[in-house]
């Protein structure tokens, strides 16, 4: 037979490389599949290629930001914190800096320094890094798991998937955990994408004309079909060519979900209430009640958004504020504060950063990341049921599961 590991892993990103280095560092002979030629390509690209490693904030806060099961991470944030996390990049050399948000990055703004690191520990602690391997089938006889990849079969005592959701399918990522998950009797989640842009159905000249506006500080409620407030925060946006981006609209997507209708209105005014709001524009009508109202609005509101702002309320751009009606000004208020942005559908899966849904963490001890249906079988990161807001929560769930699932690893 060929040599017996302690511990085989399924997928180098985050979680599986996490979980490779701390089984190392307890004299556990590892071994480490992964598709792509080179480990973390998924890490390469967060935070926009300067990865953004955790948030540096308490267990609470954390738990907050985590969309879906929550509670299944108490035990893993309370092993392995954001602190134990950024001291663990320090002491390998790592410096790191919290910008706004409490977002952690390397001071170099460069993930390829993670990935450098990654790649001197699997030297440095004898990790077997089987590169260019897809994992084919798994299977487990008596005690051991027999794996069977393009580049042979090997045998371990212990089992860890973490292959990752199905968000840019380009870094490896593309639902194999899911199946491999399945074969030893996993139930999954559905799946769908999280943390994703989003489509409009204006028109594509509206689009055009909305496209690379950005605004802070507005706030954007979204409404199921029900009618039901499912999201409301302040935030950042941004129009693109297909839709609308940005901070605030990824987080939203985080509570939706694909087969329904939604309603998103965004407050382009948060600081002022209707009877503010009222008083201003009576006040700019009688000081420029000559102008038109397009150009009065340019006191209120970005120029990109005006004529379509008017449009929505079919109200002439050209219209002197003198002869602005009553019942004028209050659709303009209203508008203001319910300005329908049109939602039509999420972006693909493939465009998300994150993927919800995942592994039924119902079937995992959350003590020890270890399965409940099948003894040694470890299942770590993504490609579990856990999901959260951007700031960094979900690779701190990753690294978080992975230690967790490290120091249980007998």
């Known amino acids: 037979m ?40 998924k890490l390469r690209i967060t935070g926009k290629g300067r990865c953004n490693i955790c948030n540096y904030s308490d267990n609470d806060n954390i738990l907050k930001n985590i969309v879906h099961n929550e509670k299944f991470m108490y035990s893993s944030l309370n092993n392995y914190s954001a602190n134990d996390l950024i001291k663990f990049f320090n002491d390998n050399g790592v410096k790191t800096k919290v910008e706004r948000g409490n977002r952690v ?61 199905m968000s840019y399918k380009v870094t490896g990522s593309n639902g194999d955990g899911y199946k491999l998950a399945q074969k030893f009797g996993h139930s999954i989640k559905p799946i769908k994408a999280s943390l994703v842009a989003m489509n409009t159905s204006l028109s594509k000249e509206d689009r055009l004309e909305l496209m690379g506006l950005s605004l802070r500080n507005v706030e954007v409620k979204v409404i199921n079909q029900k009618k039901k407030i499912i999201f409301n925060e302040f935030g950042e946006m941004l129009f693109t060519h297909f839709g609308i981006s940005g901070p605030i609209i990824l987080s ?10 939604y309603t998103i209105y965004l407050d382009l ?88 849904g995942g592994v039924n963490v119902k079937e995992i001890d959350p003590k020890t990341m270890e399965s409940k249906l099948v003894n040694k079988l470890y299942i770590v990161g993504e490609v579990l049921d856990i999901d959260a807001l951007t700031g960094g929560y979900n690779l701190q769930i990753a690294f978080s599961t992975a230690y967790q699932a490290a120091m249980s690893i007998e």
Do not use: W
């Open 269 to 356: 005014k948060p600081a002022l209430n209707e009877e503010q709001l009222d008083n201003k524009l009576l006040m700019l009508f009688e000081e420029e009640h000559l102008k038109s109202i397009g150009k009065i609005l340019e006191k209120l509101l970005p120029k990109k958004i005006i004529n379509i702002f008017l449009k929505d309320i079919d109200l002439d751009y050209y219209k002197k504020a003198c002869d602005i009606t009553k019942l004028e000004r209050t659709a303009i208020i209203n508008n203001l504060k319910h300005f329908n942005l049109k939602y039509d559908s999420s972006r693909d899966i493939d465009e998300a950063i994150i993927t919800a």
């Open 2 to 41: 060929n040599k017996v590991y302690d511990v085989a892993i399924v997928g180098a990103g985050a979680a599986g490389l996490f979980t490779a280095v701390n089984c190392a560092k307890r004299d556990k002979s590892v071994i480490l599949y992964d598709k792509n030629k080179y480990p973390g390509r």
């Open 252 to 261: 939203a997507s985080s509570y939706m979900k694909d087969a329904e209708d």
């Open 105 to 165: 990055f390397p001071q170099s703004d460069d993930a390829m320094e993670i990935i450098e690191l990654f790649k001197k520990l699997i030297k440095d602690l004898n990790i077997e890094f089987k590169n260019e391997s897809t994992v084919k089938d798994l299977g487990k006889n008596e005690d051991l798991f027999k794996i069977v990849s393009n580049s042979g079969v090997d045998y371990a005592k212990n089992l860890v998937i973490a292959c990752g959701g």
